[in-house]
Structures are given as structure tokens and as C-alpha cells.
């Protein structure tokens, strides 16, 4: 890796915060019911050049995907772990997030006569399904028999659900747009085999950063990259946004590893950089709008800015002023992400299934109740996820 790094890590809280935080606001904009809201909080429409809330909580996440990278890497490298090993994992999780990002996705498209159950109990059981493939079992109990036979059901229940599953259409599984998790899974292989076949180096990240701003940028004209066949399936690459998104973040993570044990040095350059990136998305802005639907440079660019400066400010508060009040649930969310993320979605479903009235507060007459409401969700539901780790209920990919 880059000589220029510790090679020991200081551990910097205010990034699993942030993570936290960021996936507080996924649970929330997600549950927001629309009509009973203010538009600043919900999603721009694909034409219209603007940008909500729920509009850069995305690209936050994906952001702070790419932030843990390095971090990543250098851990496996200290357990002893060989480059080849490293890329093999990122290889297998990648394919797990994609996998299961589309299995997600395919839900919706389930009709019920055809595959023979209900679209929430498909998705129940996927979920379920899921979590029994994924879980982080205690490895030094004596179980591990019976936690492989756990395994063994999840991925047969997985199996049998592809088996079952028809679309109205009469079609099986569709690739589609690869679902939210499938979009993290491309972005982070782009950015973690950049990070390891370039052994670090920040020159490399960056120009691999610059390359998929470029394709971002052509995606949009009429010079758009196109591979024929394998370009439906390498779309989110050719397109750029969202590797550009995640590498931006890798270029942060190893800057904060580099500059450590400078903090100053640090919030200068993480400052300057927000700053050139908020510039340059208002600059892109007069030829591209900005919108989340279609994925458009100026976009990603402003994003990338107010991440990096919402960053500046939860780190100069949590690892240099070090006001640690409050933060435990964000912090814990933050470490615990994957699962953070998609449990709660199986409230949803024994909700909507059974038509039990929990989600009574999504009203379009009351806006501090439909906001309220979803406020309170989401912050139950990083508790939620904090008891199921307490559990020993714990994805990790």
C-alpha cells in the first residue's frame, strides 16, 4: 500500500457515525409517505434540475462505502492476508451485494397466481432467507454444525424462491437498474480493485476517479460508451456516477489514514476538496441538471461536496473536540450497516401481510405526524438492528 500511510490505523469515529447517521436518514426518507410532506424532503423528479433530501442520502452512502476501503483493506493485510486473497473477497462480496440487490428488486415485479404465494411472503422468506446465508454466527461456539446447517437451508430457501418466482409476464428474474444493494455492490468493486491492484496510491485513485467522471459526463451526450452485449450488464460501470461516487470516498478514506495523526492538515484538505467539488457540480449544473434519476455529473459532484463537508464538521466535533454525547446509536448503526438496512424491511412485510396498523401515522392531513412518525422509525429501527447484533443477528458480507 501507499508508503505514505500509518500502518497502523487510528480509529476515527466520526466515520461509522456518519455512516450511521446516513443510514438514519435512508430509513427515514424511505418510509416518508410522499403526500403528507414537504417536497424538500423527498426525491427531485427525473426532469426537474433540483435536489432534495432524500436525493443525497443515497450518494452519502455510497460515499461513505468507499471511505472504508482502505480501512478495510488494512485490516485483512493484518491478519496476514495476501493481495490475492483480498481481491477474492471483493470479488465474493460484490457478488453477494449484486445477488442479492436483484433478488430485492425482482420482488416487486412478482405476480402472485403465477408464482403461488404473495409478493410479501416471497419477499419475507428471501429476507429470511437471506440472513440465514449472510449471518455472522459466533465462531467460537460449539454450534457450528448446526449454524452450517443453517447455511445449507438459506441457500437452498434461496434457490427454491429463483424456482418459484414468475412476473406478470410470465418471466423469471430480471437484471433491471440491479437494486439499491446491486448499485453498492458495482461501486465498491470499482472502488476497492482500484484501491488494491494500484496498491494504494492515491495518483491511481484519483485518475480512476477522474476516468468515471468522464464517463459520467459522456453518459449524458450522445458519446455515451457503449459495449454491445456485456454493456447491459456492466452498465453502472460505463455509466460512471456511482463508481465515481464511491472512489471519491476512497480518495477521502486515504487521505484520513494518511493525515492521521495531522489533524489539522487534514480538515484543510478535506476542506479545499469540498469545496472544488461543490464548485465544480455548480459548474457542471450549466450543462447538466441536477437530478438523481438520471444519474448526472453535476449531481454526483455536489453530493460528493456536501459529504466531504458534513464529514469536516461530525469529525472535527467527534475525533478532535471529542463530544462523544449521543452518539452511540449512530455509531453502533454505523458498524452494523447491512443489517441496519434491510431488517426493518421485514417489519414492513409481517405488517403489510397481516394488515397490522403500525405505519397508522403515514397521513397526508398531518404533516408532523407523517414526519414525526417516520422520525421515530427510524430511530427505532437503528435500535432494532443494535438488539438483533446483541443476538448474534449480524450480516456481514
Known sequence: MD?????QSIRIRSMDVMRGMTLFLMLFVNDLFAPGVPKWMLH????????????????????????AVPYAVAARERTGESMGLIFSHIVIRTASLILIGVLILNGGRLDAA?????????????????????NRFPTKSGNQALFKGIRFLGILGICYLVYRFKASDGKGLEVGWWGILGLIGWGYFAAAATFVLSR????????AWLLFLVLNILSQTTFKLHV????????????????????AG??????????????????????????????GGFVLRSWFILSKIHGTPSWALLCCGISVLL????????????????????EEAGKNSLTTYLAPDLIYFICWGFQI???????????????GGSLLWAFAMLWYAILLKKMNIYLKL
Open 3 to 7: 508508503q505514505q500511510q500509518p500502518k
Open 44 to 67: 427531485t423528479e427525473a426532469d426537474v434540475d433540483g435536489m432534495g433530501l432524500a436525493d443525497w442520502v443515497f450518494p452519502g452512502f455510497l460515499f461513505m462505502v468507499g471511505m
Open 114 to 134: 403465477l408464482t403461488g404465494m404473495s409478493n410479501f411472503l416471497w419477499s419475507g422468506l428471501l429476507y429470511l432467507c437471506v440472513f440465514m446465508v449472510w
Open 200 to 207: 494504494g496510491r492515491l495518483a491511481v485513485v484519483g485518475c
Open 228 to 247: 454491445p452485449v456485456l454493456g447491459n450488464y456492466l452498465n453502472v460501470l460505463l455509466s460512471g456516477n456511482v463508481p465515481c461516487i464511491v472512489l
Open 250 to 279: 476512497t480518495i477521502i478514506g486515504i487521505l484520513i489514514r494518511r493525515y492521521a495523526t495531522a489533524p489539522k492538515m487534514l480538515l484543510c484538505r478535506l476542506l479545499v476538496i469540498g469545496i472544488l467539488w461543490l464548485t
Open 311 to 330: 464529514l469536516l464538521l461530525i469529525y472535527y466535533l467527534i475525533d478532535i473536540r471529542k463530544y462523544h454525547n449521543g452518539i452511540f446509536v449512530f
Open 357 to 371: 396498523p403500525l405505519f397508522f401515522y403515514k397521513q397526508s392531513s398531518n404533516m408532523v405526524l407523517a414526519v
